[in-house]
């Protein structure tokens, strides 16, 4: 029999999770994307070439621990994981539970997502987990539950997108980030709002470019045109919202040339975005995470909703608002658990039904059950301090990289007593850590994830893992057990494991209850929420129809109003930086920068600003520049681009060591979200070595 | 020390002090006392009203913190300055521990024979554009704008735009003459014609009779309406009679501080290193940065740069710092862009590469980039030209692609990688496509790949051939 194996699956990167078949042909995997509605047999550069992650030289096949001379030493699991539970439990003796901190992914499979947040609540009994998905979609999650009552990032099908004839995109770049989406995206005149010409931007019928922070002013100002040149859908706003009265308040101090004298965008443009989505008759909105990662991005993503609800889109047919979920799993991974403040099914820690309800599912009362704890960034920077957790253990995530602040977060990961990092390749925050823990990755294993737009979809696995490799689920049961716990908690199956979630989402936002590993292999399309009735329930492609997620059914607009950035550009760092994505590389660049493919395209860090900007710091296209906040300075090649605002540069954020971006970043956060300001600070940019 | 702060006036600008003092952590009591009956509303919009794009009640300003006590109709009579007491025409008196004069300012009245009754205000038909009140109800007929500034020409631009008769009698040679050089005021004049207001320049008004104004050229204009927008004169009675330092406003310093340490002065009323008051941004700098100081911040006013913008979405006019001789004696460079036949005229005067005067029209990009390089003091590109005209320097030609032009962006394929997957065999499209992945990302270069598909096609059959 030959060696030949087909299975169909997904794409291991972002939250398209477009559709392929992996091949394994005589020890070679191949990929081809398929017919799946979201790709529609397109692949970016990225997923072409994942199969080369399968076979990455420095793929990790055995569990490490540091030894006395320093250095991390291959050893056996036993000795990995007695390590790790013996610290665990004596750090927790001296220290109590909080002590001990879990940092997730939005990466990671529904299943580990789901079984990482239950044994950092049962296990470990902490209050201190949360995820690198604080650092994506939380902004837009908090605007999006409070205005209409869930937050599912797309609440309509990718391919509703197909039919639109006008998208506004609000700091959104899919033309870099998610290629294969700008194919629903052809038929529709693009409105972009971005600082920067991205290649989306140039796509675009309309070019918004304000300064960066400066998005919700330009929200608050088309409210305004849409009221004052009678583009509302008035009867709408009677009948399926409240709050628009408070709404305008705020926007009516926002007319549009006070809006083009702080965002910089013409008076002209903002009448003509708000005619062309007025006019149009099948509009959408859609925000990335340009607009939300701001101390104010959930205020911003509110501005863009309050524009959406009165112009009558969300909740009709062929009309909507959405928010471009950016990980793999990043809707998946904010619904099941591993979110400070959160229990399964989407439902809050702090809410007694939720704790009873997930504590009977966990057989447990719910007394045991922690509290909220802190968010992404607090939980980082309290590492090590007297009052933070001693231990850290990180699953699916790189925060050496990732976090803003990163030269403080690196600091306080070397404080630690015990950092224990599971991950499939040695990636920055792996190379600090005391234990590393070998698992699978996405073509060695069985699993869920969600998409962008509620779709619960099959990973499936096509190759058996290395000899020493484990899945992340057996990982939490050895740790677990170890830890006292009873081994059926800890499901290692991950159908198992999916049964229990069901279980545990029943009756929550996100309600998984009636989807079964049997229904996705049977190839049904199912969108949660999908609750278990008699008759097998046909899922939600579509929310809000018929009412808002809110008790009285109505959709809520926010009193919002514009604030500064945290950080404006002053004598000493005369300009703004904005960080992001570029299309050969993926987050913190831990996979991507191990394909050779596609690091010859993205090999190094740059800096892009315009000609005017790079002659005043005496920079050439090509010379090394080093770019400094009030934190600390990042390290990259300069890049001039002649679209670029004179008052801004751009960092992309995928690069290690002293070329990370996130050395300059501010951890700002978003009072209600925790997020941090990645998309704005204030930088100065000088020569950086001998000239060449 | 626990009576708190005390804010006379309920204008745009005591209402965003109100807001931010709690905002910033405020903690004593907060008490606003306004004249007007009605909630605060946002003055800086009141032509809106008047073209009835917007309702009276759509001024209304955001409802403030419920903690700010709010005391509607009650005018201040009398400051007590050794016990800290303001006196009201009710009755009440109110203590304090900082006072805030926020009294704004009333319009000018110009001496014109019977423009007032011998009860003291205005004759019948008259109206000044101040208060909300003033800009509803404009009855139907012939309205009359006296004074061509901004908001004189914002005025009758409001009235044209609900169909109104509109005539605007200006003094100046043309309208905004303090803000515009004489080619940029003559296509504003134009447009005025050609929207249909009728513009008198250089005419004073002489005389008024209800029905009629007569001019000092010798005009006489029917008029059912006339409305004053003649300027503004800063409310400072209160002030002079409690003995503070006083010019055309209430004198204050980078503190917002009048010469009474516990009274502070902003907006209108106040008077900052000469500034002339009417301006909502610098009121509402003023506002923020007291705000600070209130509650304990560092903070600083040193001035607002004055950004005029005609508020009118019918042509776009901007005048950016002040012109006059003293600031053509500083210029290092001037830049002026004229194209009159299409209404466009940009006039930047230059210092060390930062604009001290601009004034432009009808380049409504331009006006745009330029209102942010003026507020934060900004160096202006090194292409002037493309500032002016909205672009940036440099375009690509779509002529003949180079080599190492990449064609599709999502899976880095450049012309040569197609050129050469062509060479190696790849004969058809879909070859091509499969070999180098082109196309198989966005989709958005598949015109592009099909052409240098032809190409290839066509340049191997004539090698061939040969």
Known sequence: MSDSRMVVTHCPYCALQCGTALRRENGRVTVRPTDFPVNHGGLCQKGWTAPALLDTPDRLLDPLVRGRNGELVPVDWDTALDTVAGRLHHIRTEDGPDALGVFGGGGLTNEKAYLLGKFARLALGTSQIDYNGRFCMSSAAAAGAAALGVDRGLPFPVTDLGQADVIMLAGANPAETMPPLMRHLDRAELIVIDPRRTRTAERAVLHLQPAPGTDLALALGLLHIAVVDGWCDNDYIHRRTRGFDAAWRRAMTWWPERVEQVTGVPVIAQREAVRMLGAAQRPYVLTGRGAEQHSKGVDTVAGFINLALALGLPGRPHRGYGCLTGQGNGQGGREHGQKADQLPGYRLITDPDARAHVAQVWGVLPGVLPGAGRSAYELLDALGTATGPRALLVFGSNPAVSAPHAGNVTNRLAALDLLVVADFVPSETARMAHVVLPVTQWAEEEGTMTNLEGRVLRRRRLLTPPPRVRSDLEVLRELATRLGEPAHRYPTAPRDVFEELRRASCGGKADYSGISYERLDAGEVLHWPCPASNQPHPGTPRLFLDRFAHPDGRARFAEVDHREPAETPDADFPLYATTGRVLAQYQSGAQTRRVAELNAVEPEPFVEMHPDTAERAGLRDGAMARVSSARQSTVARVRIVQTMRVDTVFLPFHFPGAGRANLVTNPALDPLSRMPEFKVCAVRIEPYGDPP | ?466
């Open chain 2, 1 to 466: 020390m626990n009576y708190g702060t005390l804010i006379v006036g309920n204008g745009p600008a005591a209402h965003r002090l109100a807001g931010q003092l709690r905002h910033h952590g405020h903690q004593g009591a907060i008490t606003v006392l306004g004249a007007e009956p009605r909630p605060a509303y946002n003055r800086a919009l009141l032509t809106s009203v008047l073209a009835c794009t917007l309702s009276a009640d759509d001024l209304v300003l955001p409802r403030l913190p419920e903690n700010v006590q709010v005391r509607l109709g009650i005018t201040a009579t009398r400051i007590d300055r050794v016990r800290r007491a303001v006196y009201t025409d009710d009755g009440t008196v109110y203590r304090y521990d900082q006072l805030v004069l926020a009294t704004g300012a009333r319009p000018n009245a110009p001496a014109i024979t019977g423009l007032t009754s011998s009860d003291g205000g205005f004759s019948e038909g008259v109206r000044a554009i101040r208060t909300v009140s003033d800009c509803e109800d404009i009855p139907d007929g012939r309205t009359i704008v006296l004074g061509g500034g901004v908001l004189g020409v914002e005025t009758a631009l409001a009235l044209r735009h609900r169909g109104q008769d509109v005539v605007l009698v200006h003094p100046g040679p043309y309208a905004m003459d303090d803000l515009l050089d004489e080619s940029s005021g003559r296509l504003l004049l134009v447009h005025l014609e050609n929207v249909g207001v009728k513009v008198f320049p250089g005419a004073r008004a002489a005389e008024y009779a209800p029905g009629k104004l007569a001019l000092d050229d010798g005009h006489v204009l029917d008029a059912d309406t006339l409305l004053l927008c003649t300027g503004i004169r800063p409310n400072i009675e209160l002030a002079r009679a409690a003995g503070l330092a006083v010019r055309t406003g209430v004198l204050i310093d980078d503190h917002l501080r009048t010469s009474d340490p516990h009274i502070y002065a902003i907006g209108d009323c106040s008077e900052h290193r000469g500034a002339k008051p009417g301006h909502i941004a610098p009121a509402w700098e003023q506002a923020e940065q007291l705000a600070r100081l209130l509650t304990g911040h560092n903070a600083r006013y040193v001035g607002t740069r004055l950004v005029v913008r005609l508020r009118t979405s019918s042509i776009d006019v901007a005048s950016f710092g002040s012109p006059g001789e003293n600031t053509d004696r500083l210029a290092t460079e001037s830049v002026t862009l004229s194209d009159p036949a299409r209404g466009r005229y940009a006039r930047l005067i230059l210092r060390d590469q930062r604009i001290v005067h601009a004034v432009l029209v009808g380049l409504p990009r331009a006006i745009a980039s330029i209102s942010q390089l003026v507020s934060r003091s900004l160096p202006v590109p090194s292409s002037r030209l493309a500032l002016l005209l909205g672009t940036s320097a440099d375009h690509w030609s779509n002529a003949e692609l180079p080599d190492d032009a990449v064609i599709c962006v999502c899976n880095n394929v450049t012309k040569k990688a197609l050129t050469c997957a062509w060479r190696d065999g790849a004969r058809e499209l879909t070859n091509l496509v499969r070999t180098t992945r082109a196309t198989t990302g966005c989709g958005s270069c598949q015109r592009a790949v099909e052409r240098i598909y032809r190409s290839l096609s066509s340049t191997t059959e004539t090698s061939g051939a040969t």
